[in-house]
């Protein structure tokens, strides 16, 4: 449909209120906010009110009223009364905001494009009448040549505007009327193409997925062998009720899924399942499946059946849970002889005669290595953990950040990084503290390893909208798109950590994320390739 035209229901008259009237609304708010702003006296005025008023009326009228029942120029009483609107709140407000004459462009290109010859009159009238109704308000007629110019000005400039846009429209609505015809014809071709079927018959029987398809009333159209040997190894037939089985579950393999929450019958009731993934089979031999399914639809929106796509990811999955074994396992195995050489590297350390400086420093250097051994197994660890365990308390955000960044201190001054804390609202919040001081100091740790030396990391905080926002700013080479895309993936270390030989697994961001995940939060990354970094931490205040 073109831009400001109606479709005969109550959608399509939503879609007019979004695309015509509420541009007009919102620039009307921002016009009387910044006025009020600036001047507050000016929202005590009585056209100013009035005004503000009319474009509020015009705007609940436009979604209120069933305009699509109702012959389409009925609609332009919208427009009018925006232009109304502009020439009362224009009339206090030109001298100060000369752009407040901008605001008539909204219901002026409505009129041009949506309606038809008399449109363009009306706009030219409405304009007419905005420039005229200051004269009006003031109680004096333009008295200079410069003045009758700028009366007459807009109005001509208004209806080039609206004549080149109705031109415009025209031409559109000539092309869409073009394009529906061969649309129609298109569809005809192809519902009489009984060959196409044959060769979609064949793709679908040769490709390794198992493909479903329903016609609207649910019956079984198409299905692939690969389909067929996925339901028998969930337990049921794909032409049978409820085709679900009690074969079927969640991810953790052990958890029967109900009838009800699996796929099909999910599909059936009108859910778009995107990529569930689920293990289907007997315990001693189950399939990892990811499965999705969608509303197959005319053109018009006419329902004309469900599909339902299952791949067996069984090889990817079992290779997941092989790696996420090795690293508990090496990690385990690490940590004990880690805590073996710790307690002996103390116990040398007390033999050593304090005189001895130079054995002493090479202890130290052993120890130093030891403690980041340490920690890299401990990220180990922390990685191969699906789960965060949280002990919710009331915490001030403050504090939490403070003690994050005395964590980080010296590894920021040995690298001449100023941390900054700024405090943006109230600080008590529900959450673990211990987990998001782990959040902080990740985020801090990569602020300092990627930033700038010598620039500013800030560490914003506080609770707005019962969010608790945690942020970290800091300038350096920033991250594209693919690598912000995929900075949160596991062991994803970017273009410059490698060739800059930074240490790390990769582990920190996704470490923020899991925590954020535990909390029922989010974690955002807004970067500019050689500019500014910003990581917000988005958790429920409680």
Known sequence: ???????????????????????????????????????????????????????VLATVLSLA??????????????????????????????????????????????????????????????????????????????????????????????????????VAARHLRRRTRQLAQASRAQAEAL??????????????????????????????????????????LGGFRLDEPPMAGDAVFDADRTTPIPLGEQVIPRAFAGEAVNDEFEWWGPADAPVAVLASSSRVRRADGHVLGTVVVIYDVTALAEAIEVREQFLRTVSHELRTPLTSITGFLDLIDDEVDQENTRLRRYVEVVTRRTADLSHRVRDLLAASESEKTLRIERADLGEIVATAVAEVDAFAEARAFVIERAATGPTSARVDPGQVIV??????????KFGIPSAAITV???????????????????????????AFDRFYRGALAQSSEIQGFGLGLTTVRAIAVAHGGTVCLDSVPGGRTTVTLDLPAG
Do not use: C, K
């Open 1 to 55: 449909m073109p831009l400001f035209e109606m479709e005969a229901n109550p959608r399509g008259r939503v879609s007019v209120f979004a695309r015509a009237q509420l541009p007009f609304m919102l620039a009307m708010v921002f016009l009387v906010g910044i006025a009020g702003l600036a001047q507050p006296s000016t929202l005590t005025v009585g056209v100013v009110i009035l005004g503000f008023t009319l474009s």
């Open 65 to 166: 009223v069933p305009w699509e029942r109702l012959p389409r120029a009925w609609m332009m009483l919208i427009a009018a009364l925006d232009l109304l609107a502009v020439a009362l709140v224009r009339a206090e407000l030109l001298p100060t905001f000369p752009s407040v004459s901008v605001l008539a462009i909204f219901p002026v290109l409505w009129l041009a494009y949506g309606f038809p010859w008399y449109g363009i009159l009306a706009g030219v009238f409405g304009t007419g009448f905005i420039t005229s109704f200051r004269f009006i308000y003031v109680g004096a007629w333009p008295a200079s040549p410069v003045e009758w110019a700028n009366v007459v000005i807009m109005p001509t400039l208004v209806v080039g505007v609206a004549v080149i846009v109705f």
């Open 191 to 232: 519902r009489e193409a009984r060959d196409a079927e044959a060769v979609a018959l064949g793709i679908v029987d040769t490709v390794t997925a198992g493909v479903v398809f329903y016609d609207a009333d649910g019956r079984l159209d198409v299905a692939n062998a690969q389909a067929h040997r996925f339901a028998e």
């Open 439 to 448: 959040a902080i100091v990740e985020l801090l740790t990569n602020a300092v």
């Open 460 to 486: 914003s905080y506080g609770v707005r909208d019962g969010r608790a926002l945690l942020t970290v700013t800091n300038d350096g080479p920033g991250l594209g798109r693919t690598e912000q895309r995929r």
